[in-house]
């Protein structure tokens, strides 16, 4: 009769957590629990990344594309270290992760060999919960206080298993653990609503604004259909974070598009025009393209009451579920609808989108990124999910990519880390192997960590009932790192240029460069009905301008610190309320 080990305990809790897959990078201090899951059969699987940073970015990436807890497997030492990018894309972007490092000083040199304290290490990061596991006794309760606390803190969380204790035999009984919470993670453990006093005070300040904007950020996602029936009703226009923009139709006719430096000028609009502000599950932290403080009255939505109030002044905080908020609001609000405000919000969104085909039209040498990314927009699968990497390709994407309700984009909005795209995508396509994925890097993520991850896709695609995973890589050849924004006198650093398309192709992979505007839309075409995942590499032109949205009133910002500048501030925004329906301040 085989022995039952603690390694055997840490599948279990895996399954009893209901983890479909744990990523890492192998090493000799988690070798046991390896074994162990490749005894389990595939429940849990265990995914091999080429890095051990990409593995924890594959962990957050499954947690923000399931909503699910995402789990990391490294070793002490140099292996520990790698994780620590993911899990910090995690804990900025309240994400649950559970990483269980295994430790050895068994070796030669004892604890000198690779030592790294391990408390400190993970300190920071994951600061809600960082334990050892001491005795087999011990074991399956510290792992489910760590997904526990994972799951409701919406953070990281470390358990260091030593590796003589992962080997250790477990007695037939065990002393009782605690249960198990199985309630989806990231979502409230139970329902959060405001004080009725606090409900009553926001939808009174709603009620009595005249030119109303909605900032919809990612804690709003399940709350589509009450942020647009409250919209309706106070015929506010609505901007999103970049985090939010999944959340809701961009179609739709007051959706100003993502608000700050990669956003819209309608989006910098509405906020210089709006005298009341309600805010719902954002953190945003550009507030530079926020209204100037003095301008509106605001609300501030938030499951974590913490964050209230820590971007903007806040008028009446409410902490709660953004959805369950929502409802409770609507039952207040009186349907206040102004037609002229709606009315100059959706000429500015007019205005916006014709600008923005024309920049995606413009000429450029090879392909102009924004046409690339239009062009996508048309053919954008249903049901799709898009990983998105970081550079200039965020602009575009911001800007150019309209997605449609169903379709998924995630992205590491407030860490800002290079190379999570390929990374997020492979977790998103092991999530949901029968749907569409795409990834959206450019040249540098994908030097990066991309050709390397490229071997993961290879190594899994053909286990896919839809085999579709597509890389898109822009291909600049700049590794400034601020494409057409590049400062005056900056000189340019030239990329080396590698064939992406034929390193797809050199691994069984479908691979599509283009070089012509002209053939951007067959070679989406191409790639979005391969057999197979493929690399699509447009060659683009560097010198293509980021375009910044200027904050409105710019003019006036940095000058509100005394009284005098207080009340021109105030003198100027009175004045939109007699502004020609054709324009915004």
């Known amino acids: 009769m085989v022995e039952r080990t603690v390694a055997d305990l840490v599948v279990e809790r895996l399954r009893a957590w209901r983890v479909p897959r744990a990523f890492g990078y192998p090493g000799a201090a988690i070798a046991p629990m390896l074994a162990a899951l490749d005894e389990a059969g595939g429940d849990p699987d265990f995914v091999p990344a080429r890095h051990g940073e990409t593995a924890a970015f594959m962990a957050t990436g499954h947690a923000k594309f399931t909503g699910g807890i995402g789990v990391c497997l490294a070793t002490q030492g140099p292996s520990a270290v790698h994780l620590l990018n993911g ?273 995606a039209a413009a000429p450029a040498e090879p392909v102009n990124p924004q046409l690339v990314l239009r062009e996508l927009s048309a053919r954008l699968p249903q049901r799709a999910s898009v990983a998105v990497d970081v550079g200039s390709v965020v602009y575009w994407y911001a800007r150019h990519l309209e997605l449609p309700p169903g379709v998924q984009a995630r992205l590491c909005g407030t860490l800002g880390s290079m190379g999570c795209a390929l990374p997020y995508a492979v977790a998103a396509k092991l999530a949901r192997p029968d749907q569409p994925v795409l990834a959206l890097l450019g040249d540098g993520a994908m030097q990066l960590n991309g050709l390397a991850e490229l071997i993961t896709v290879a190594h899994h695609w053909t286990e896919w009932r839809d085999p579709r995973l597509v890389v898109l890589v822009l291909n600049n050849r700049d590794q400034s790192g601020v494409g057409g924004g590049r400062p005056p006198g900056m000189l340019p650093d030239r990329r080396p240029d590698v064939p992406y398309a034929g390193w797809a192709r050199l691994l069984g992979l479908h691979g599509v460069r283009v070089d012509r505007p002209d053939l951007v839309g067959a070679a989406w075409d191409e790639v979005l009905a391969a057999d197979r995942p493929s690399v699509l590499e447009a060659v683009v032109d560097p010198a293509v301008a980021l375009d910044v949205p200027e904050p409105a009133l710019a003019d006036l910002r940095g000058l509100v610190a005394d009284g005098d500048a207080a009340r021109r501030v105030r003198e100027r925004v009175t004045q939109t309320e007699a502004i020609a329906a054709e324009d915004l301040v």
């Open 87 to 359: 899990l910090y894309d995690a804990k900025l972007d309240s994400k649950p992760v559970v990483a269980i490092i295994g430790e050895d000083v068994s070796g030669p040199l004892g604890g000198a060999h690779e030592e790294i304290g391990l408390s400190r290490l993970f300190g920071d990061v994951c600061n809600q919960f960082v334990r050892y596991g001491r005795s087999p006794e011990h074991v399956p309760a510290l792992l489910d206080q760590a997904f526990r606390t994972a799951a409701a803190t919406r953070s990281p969380t470390c358990v260091v298993l030593p590796r003589a204790l992962q080997v250790t035999v477990v007695p037939d009984l065990l002393p009782q653990t605690a249960g198990v919470v199985t309630a989806t993670p990231g979502e409230p453990l139970a329902r959060v609503l405001p004080h009725e006093a606090d409900l009553d005070a926001a939808a009174a300040l709603l009620g009595t604004g005249h030119r109303v904007a909605l900032l919809v950020g990612q804690g709003a996602h399940g709350a589509e259909e009450e942020i647009v029936a409250l919209a309706d009703r106070l015929g506010a226009g609505v901007a999103t974070s970049l985090l939010g923009k999944p959340v809701l139709d961009e179609r739709l006719p007051f959706h100003t598009g993502v608000l700050g430096e990669v956003g819209t000028t309608a989006a910098a609009q509405l906020m210089g025009g709006c005298d009341t502000l309600l805010m719902v599950g954002t953190n945003d932290p550009w507030t530079d393209w926020f209204p100037m403080v003095g301008q509106v009255r605001t609300i501030q939505i938030d499951i974590d009451g913490r964050r209230i109030g820590t971007r903007y002044p806040v008028d009446v905080p409410l902490v709660g579920d953004s959805a369950e908020t929502l409802r409770a609001l609507l039952t207040r609000v009186p349907e206040r609808r102004n037609g002229q405000w709606r009315g100059v919000v959706e000429r500015s969104v007019e205005r916006w989108r014709e600008a923005a085909a024309d920049r």
